[in-house]
């Protein structure tokens, strides 16, 4: 039972556009949620989080969007940039567990075109 | 530099055989963890270790086994009971468990049955 789900395993978008990645759960009793991005031979990097206590949070070129009614979670990344072609993973916390209580979606690959 | 790695990248295992996958780090974090990728599904966790001499199973813990008899050093033996060994493992760490303390990921290694 895959209770984060990221739908579109890939995604491309031209350079300097507005890059929408989505990420679904089900589980009510998330309360934390994680992006991170993955390059080829590399492993994952944290990219950018939030809590359920908020419906936005911004760093830079990047913001999530936190929709605790549809269960659903959004990565925009301003402008889009060459290097920013990677995989990206969103992950969940449950409620009162630390690291080890995360769960991952299958990730969405983003491919950004000159 | 501060980093975790993981050797080797490519690993191939016999039937029946045990293999181990190292994983070290020098960021002097507490927490380590191991997790399983395979292709179409999220990061699943093996096992993980908030402090030395103490481990605990993950979600997929059956046919691996882990010490960590020293804090830099987290290995992970798959054994012949793993009867679908094939997958990308990661190894991770953080200062400790609580999930505002961000996961520092290795590059992977891909482990293979001849």
């Known amino acids: 039972d895959q209770q984060v789900k990221q739908n579109s395993p890939s995604l491309s978008v031209q350079e300097g556009r507005i890059s929408i990645l989505n990420c679904d759960y089900t589980n009510s009793m998330f309360d934390y949620f994680l992006w991170y991005k993955k390059y080829p031979a590399e492993g994952p990097t944290f990219l950018i989080s939030i809590s359920s206590i908020k419906d936005k949070n911004e760093d830079g070129r990047f913001t999530v969007f936190l929709n605790k009614s549809a269960k659903h979670l959004s990565l925009h990344i301003v402008p889009s940039q060459p290097g920013d072609s990677a995989v990206y993973f969103c992950?969940?916390?449950?409620?009162?567990?630390?690291?080890?209580?995360?769960?991952f979606g299958t990730g969405t690959r983003l491919t950004i075109i000159p | 530099d501060g980093g975790i790695t993981q050797s080797p990248k490519y690993l191939f295992r016999k039937e029946g055989q045990n293999v181990t996958l190292s994983c070290e780090q020098n960021?002097?974090?507490?927490?380590m963890y191991w997790y399983r990728q395979d292709p179409g599904q999220g990061l699943r966790l093996i096992y993980y270790s908030q402090i030395v001499n103490d481990f605990q199973k993950g979600d997929i813990a059956e046919g691996y086994s882990v010490s960590r008899e020293k804090k830099e050093s987290f290995p992970l033996t798959v054994t012949s009971a793993q009867k679908n060994p094939t997958a990308f493992y990661l190894c991770a760490s953080s200062i400790g468990s609580l999930i505002q303390e961000t996961q520092y990921f290795g590059p992977g290694t891909r482990l293979l049955v001849l």
């Open positions: 960021l002097n974090h507490d927490a």
């Open positions: 992950a969940a916390r449950r409620r009162g567990f630390g690291n080890e209580k995360l769960t």
